[in-house]
């Protein structure tokens, strides 16, 4: 067992896990059904948008997306200090972040090892770009490390330690980890045959970014994961860096790693590193 997340932390809130987070997230569509009128309100939009979404001004989708995150956090602090009734140390939020270089490290060193094989494969291929800018990439950094601690509040913090009141550490990972990819994965056009590796790439890492969160009992690993995901993601996708063959696609995610197959192997291994660090750690461990 794992010394930092007990498999059953302090109650809080009365209601059942899954009762309380129903509750969590019929208040965030309560909010985001709320934040979208109030911008068509105040940017005085065609009603006749709220049909044709994909021709909201761009503008307005920023604004949206930036609020969306405020009140995101705003809603995850209200529920899990007032409506849970949980010390926010409970989240595995302790400082400093001394895991967070060793996320990032894990995060990148699997990054290396998908692009090299694809490229080795020929199903990517590097498109160094004319300049480089620091100011892209210090926003992207920013961004990503900023993203990839919401979120992990959110699935790894909230969501997992509220599962891990009323069941098992295994299920609760397996639980946060659906979820997590059915909110990441879910596109436009997608069919059943499109989205079956999508689906389980996105499952494998919200099983490894869970793992991580529950066995060190910190957010910091899964964030530095995360965030060097996002960083890389975004950076490839601004500045065109990889061109990737169509043949390659199912192997690649063809520009979305996480959902393509080389992803979910290399999270497995990652998942394998971590339970073999823990086991040896817990071999070196004194007993008193």
């Known amino acids: 067992m794992p010394s930092g997340m007990t498999a059953k ?3 809080g809130s009365r209601l059942p896990a899954w009762a309380s987070l129903l509750a969590l ?18 940017f005085r939009l065609d009603p006749g948008l709220l049909g044709h979404l994909q021709d909201v001004p761009q503008r307005v989708l920023d604004v949206y997306t930036i609020g969306l995150y405020l009140g995101l956090v705003l809603l995850m602090g209200l529920y899990w200090s007032g409506f849970e009734g949980r010390h926010w140390r409970d989240l595995g939020l302790a400082w400093p972040p001394r895991q967070l270089s060793e996320g990032l490290s894990l995060g990148l060193g699997g990054l290396v090892t998908i692009y090299g094989i694809a490229t080795l494969a020929g199903w990517a291929r590097y498109m160094p770009p004319a300049q480089w800018a620091l100011g892209l990439v210090l926003i992207d950094v920013a961004a990503a490390l900023a993203m990839a601690l919401a979120e992990e509040v959110l699935f790894r913090g909230i969501l997992l330690r509220t599962l891990l009141r009323d069941v098992r550490p295994a299920a609760a990972i397996g639980v946060s980890a659906v979820l ?22 996105l499952s494998a890492t919200g099983v490894l970014f ?18 060097a995901w996002i960083f890389f993601i975004t950076l490839s996708s601004q500045l065109n860096l990889w061109y990737y063959d169509p043949a390659g696609k199912p192997w690649t995610g063809n520009g979305y790693p996480p959902s393509g197959a ?6 497995i291994g990652c998942f394998l590193l971590l339970t073999l660090k823990s086991r040896l750690a817990g071999r070196q461990t004194p007993h008193h």
């Not at 997590?180 to 790439?201: C, D, Q």
């Not at 869970?210 to 965030?227: N, Q």
């Open 262 to 267: 080389l992803a979910a192997l290399v999270m």
């Open 210 to 227: 869970a793992y991580a969160a529950w066995s060190r009992g910190s957010l910091w690993l899964s964030t530095g994961m995360h965030a």
């Open 25 to 42: 997230l019929c208040a965030f569509l309560v909010f985001l059904v709320a934040w979208g009128l109030v911008l068509f309100l105040g």
């Open 9 to 11: 932390p302090s109650l």
């Open 180 to 201: 997590y990819a059915l909110a990441h994965f879910v596109r436009p056009g997608m069919t059943l045959e499109t989205s079956i590796l999508p689906f389980l790439g």
